[in-house]
Each structure stands twice: as structure tokens, then as C-alpha cells.
């Protein structure tokens, strides 16, 4: 293996000169969380949870929201201090095992859960905003993965831990590496921010134009309430089985899919089926408004979605098809979930592991529907909201990218920052 000036090949690859490969167990020291009963739980000191390492990187006081009762004893024996960092000890899967959270804020009177680990440092040779990124890499997470048991569920502990190695940087490094990838966070919140906002938004102008609380200009025609049964006919969804889900190449809805995938509109397919398949079930067209016939709860039977364009698509079983006269598909697709029409759809569910709802129920369900020029303008209004959010995301999904590789080379010392000039580091040259 090549290995070019100012870099050395150590046991977990090519290394700038300058930084250390270093044992987890020289740098900190393990140990495992509370175990109590469950009725200890729920109030009292504020507690260190499996999810409140597992969804963030760097843990801050204000993200724990788990309280235990505690003796004294236990308050000390399981002590939270600033700079400590958790590891996941045991989870469903390898992967969700050995992720790392490190403590940012001075944290009094808390401790951590046994389902976790604390790694309390030795020294301070690591940053403690660099401890929330160092144990992200590839490089890492391979050894963790390497070295875990795996019974009914997959393990790792303080001793398989203590032997990973980590690349470690000079402290100054330390800081603008954590600096250039706090930036990246801090892109990445603003944007969420920005999507809920944007959500919001479009949840209330929903809920205004959907009903004729809210106008577009120029429209002023009275509004008519519709029973579903009126606006066209009912049909049924049938013959794709589970396994036929992936068989061939023509789009096809699920039932469960309206629940997971599909909101208000379809805007892709995930099932493709067979030719074969799709000649024992039911094909749908554009504007039909397909209802999801069972479901789990009562408050989200009949979850509906829209077909808006015009494509050779098939319905499965349990979804109920209403394919309207007239009206526009958008307008119809959004109307259907507002929560004065899901609350009548809710009221008509039937049973309680498994809720159902029939077409003759849908079928009774009542609306009010402007004309149809007014139905396309305000089909208009979402579809631009519901773009601008989709762009939102898709830049959220980009820099989201543009941070894991950033952490591969940053990390892995592939590409290296000038102390103290964080601003230098190009976004092209974290995929270098």
C-alpha cells in the first residue's frame, strides 16, 4: 500500500504523522448503567436513556427528558459529568449498537440507564465537542461492529470497547475539525427549522382553504355540501399479495403503503408488480381517491391518497377506490384527511385490534366542495407549498450527505484543516 509524505500505516489505516491510533481503554474507562424496576421510573433525577444517545451525537442537559428515583449511592455510583460519552450497549441489530452521544453541558445530580455505557475520559487529550463526531467514521464503527456479540440481541461492552482504536489528532485539530462539523450542524437545524415552519404553514392554509373559512381571490360561489357517495362510484382494491409486491415493473398501492408512503397524493411507487399479477388486480386511473380500508386505530382509518397522473397503476386488497365524476384530483386527495372529514371517517370504524371501514360507510361521508375552477386554484396554492417543502428536504438530504463526508475525511485525516481557519475547508474537498 502507497502511502504518501506525511502519513504513516497504522492498524486502522493510512494516518497523518502527526496523530496517534490510540485503544479506546487508554483514553477512557467503562462502565455500565443503573437497573432498576419499572415503577422507580418516571419521576425524580434526570436519567441517561438508550434513545437519548442513539438520536444525538452531542448530548445536551435539555435533551433529557427520562427521570428515575435514586438513593444517594446511586446518584454517585452513576454519576453524569461533562466530557463523558455513551455508547449504545445492546440493540436489535449490530448496527444500532456502540453509537456514541458525549455529555456538552455540566451535568448535576444525573445519571445514565443501564441499556447505555458511560466512557469517563482519563486525561484530556480528547475536545469534548470532537468526542461528539471522532466515533462516527467508518473506520470506527467497523471494529465496534466486528467485536460485538450477537444471542437474541447484538451486545457490546466496556472491554470489547476498551480495544477499538481510535485516530486521534493534536488538540488543536481537534477544535477546528469539531468547529467545521458543528457548522454543518448548525445548516442542517436552521433547515429543519425551516421545514416545520413550512409545514405549519401549509397544515393551516389547509385547514382554511380546504373548509371556505379562508377565499382565493376572486372566488365567490357558495360552497356544496357533497356526500362521498354522490361525487362517483366505489370499487375495490384486490389480488396482490405480500410476495407479488416486488415482481415486476408496474406501479401498484399497497394498503399499508397509504399509511407509510403516500400522503394526500401519490407522488411515487415503491410496489411494482408482474404483468401476471396485475391481471388478477384492480386497475386504478387518474383522479381516483384511494382509501385505506383497515388500519390500526380509528383516528386514521380511511387515510386517503390521490392518484394525480395518468398511469397504468394497481390497487392491492383493503383499499377502497372511489373514482369521482369530476373534480380535481389534488383538491379531492387533500380534502379527504382534513380533520373534519377524518373525524366522520373515525366515527364509522369498525372493531378494535383491527378497525374497518366499508365503502357503504365512505360512501356517507358529507363535504363541502366549491366548483371546480376554485377547486384547481386552490390545488395550485398546496402543490406550490408542498414543492418548496420537498426542495427544503431534498437540500436537508444534501447536507446531511455533505456532513458524513466531511466526518470520513475529517476524521480520518484525509483531508486536513488549518488550525484556527475552519472557513478554508471546501465542500468539494470533503468527497476528495
Not at 443503573?34 to 451525537?57: E, S
Not at 371556505?212 to 360552497?223: C, D, I, N, V, Y
Not at 357503504?360 to 375552477?373: G, I, Q, T
Request: aromatic share 8%; net charge neutral.
Amino acid at each position: 500500500m502507497d502511502v504518501r509524505p506525511g502519513y504513516k500505516l497504522t492498524e486502522i489505516g493510512i494516518i497523518p504523522e502527526d496523530w496517534d491510533a490510540v485503544p479506546l481503554g487508554d483514553l477512557f474507562t467503562f462502565k455500565n448503567g443503573l437497573n432498576k424496576a419499572k415503577k422507580y421510573f418516571g419521576y425524580g433525577t434526570p436519567i441517561v436513556n438508550y434513545m437519548d444517545v442513539f438520536g444525538r451525537p452531542g448530548l445536551r442537559l435539555d435533551h433529557i427528558k427520562g427521570r428515575v428515583d435514586v438513593s444517594r449511592s446511586e446518584l454517585e455510583g452513576f454519576e453524569v459529568r461533562k466530557g463523558d460519552v455513551f455508547f449504545t450497549r445492546t440493540s436489535e441489530t449490530v448496527e444500532e449498537i456502540g453509537v456514541a452521544a458525549a455529555m456538552l453541558d455540566p451535568a448535576k445530580d444525573t445519571v445514565f440507564s443501564g441499556f447505555v455505557l458511560r466512557a469517563r475520559p482519563t486525561d484530556d487529550s480528547l475536545d469534548d465537542h470532537f468526542k461528539a463526531y471522532c466515533f462516527s467514521p467508518k473506520y470506527f464503527r467497523q471494529q465496534v461492529i466486528a467485536r460485538a456479540t450477537y444471542t437474541t440481541r447484538a451486545l457490546t461492552n466496556g472491554r470489547s470497547l476498551s480495544a477499538t482504536i481510535l485516530a486521534r489528532p493534536p488538540r488543536a485539530e481537534q477544535e477546528s475539525i469539531a468547529e467545521a462539523l458543528s457548522d454543518v450542524d448548525a445548516a442542517i437545524a436552521a433547515i429543519r427549522r425551516l421545514i416545520a415552519k413550512k409545514r405549519d404553514l401549509r397544515t393551516g392554509a389547509m385547514q382554511r382553504l380546504l373548509t371556505g373559512e379562508s377565499r382565493l381571490p376572486g372566488f365567490t360561489a357558495p360552497w356544496q355540501e357533497k356526500r362521498l357517495g354522490e361525487l362517483g362510484r366505489f370499487l375495490k382494491g384486490s389480488g396482490v399479495p405480500r410476495g407479488a409486491a416486488f415482481s415486476g415493473e408496474l406501479p401498484c398501492i399497497r394498503y399499508g403503503e397509504v399509511y407509510t408512503t403516500h400522503h394526500n397524493v401519490v407522488r411515487q411507487f415503491t410496489s411494482r408488480i408482474s404483468r401476471a399479477v396485475a391481471n388478477n388486480a384492480t386497475r386504478i386511473q387518474f383522479r381516483d381517491l384511494l382509501f385505506a380500508g383497515s388500519g390500526e386505530t380509528k383516528e386514521e382509518i380511511g387515510k386517503c391518497v390521490a392518484l394525480t397522473t395518468d398511469v397504468e397503476a394497481y390497487a392491492g386488497g383493503d383499499i377502497i377506490i372511489l373514482r369521482p365524476y369530476g373534480g380535481d384530483p389534488v383538491f379531492l386527495g387533500y380534502l379527504m384527511n382534513i380533520p373534519q372529514v377524518a373525524r366522520q371517517k373515525a366515527n364509522r370504524g369498525q372493531g378494535d385490534a383491527v378497525v374497518h371501514v366499508s365503502a357503504r360507510a365512505l360512501a356517507s361521508v358529507e363535504v363541502l366542495l366549491p366548483d371546480e375552477r376554485e377547486q384547481e386554484a386552490i390545488a395550485e396554492v398546496l402543490s406550490d407549498m408542498e414543492a418548496e417543502i420537498a426542495a427544503l428536504e431534498a437540500r436537508l438530504a444534501k447536507t446531511r450527505d455533505l456532513k458524513q463526508a466531511m466526518m470520513q475525511a475529517l476524521l480520518t485525516g484525509r483531508v486536513r484543516l488549518p488550525v484556527s481557519a475552519v472557513e478554508t475547508c471546501e465542500p468539494e474537498a470533503a468527497h476528495g
